[in-house]
């Protein structure tokens, strides 16, 4: 995929027409779609590597809105914008492409960090309670932790497995959420 990207992005700094024969992405895209992409892509790694800070910085809504602007939003939103400067839109209309993207793709992410803690591997499809697991702030923690300050001393020690059963009773408590084990 980053050799792909890298040949991609060639085409575009060369203002290539064509690759092995074929129309380049950029030429058949437009530049402007394969960069909103290259956006989207950027985004997600910084998304992820925002997921990996352990600072007290992470406790944040805001700073959890970023993350998940940039690892789930941006690809939504900027795909969005995409299609409306591929079919020809105004500029107006790619802006509420990636406004209404970038909505979608917020309410997905928190919507899938909800149901992470009710459900079970079987329901959703994939472990359930891994982000907790692997010391990942959601929503529903950070709003849980608005109740109970308490919390985020609990949360700065996840590698502890008790932990997460801490967390899962303090959520119950604020949100009315039953966890797996509950």
Known sequence: MIHVASLIHDDVLDDADTRRGIGSLNFVMGNKAVSLMATAI???VTGETMQMNTSEQHCSMEYYMQKTYNKTASLVSNSCKAIAYVSNQKKEVATLAFEYGKSVGLAYQL????LDFPGTSA???KGSLTGIQHGIITAPI????EEFP???SVVDGFDNP???DIVLEYLGKSHGIQGQGS
């Not at 919507?111 to 909800?114: E, G, L, R, S």
């Not at 950070?142 to 932790?145: G, Q, S, T």
């Open 42 to 44: 950027k985004n997600l």
């Open 111 to 114: 919507i899938d960090d909800i």
């Open 123 to 125: 329901s959703l499809g």
């Open 142 to 145: 950070l709003f849980a932790m």
């Open 150 to 152: 308490q919390l985020l």
């Open 162 to 164: 008790a932990n997460v």
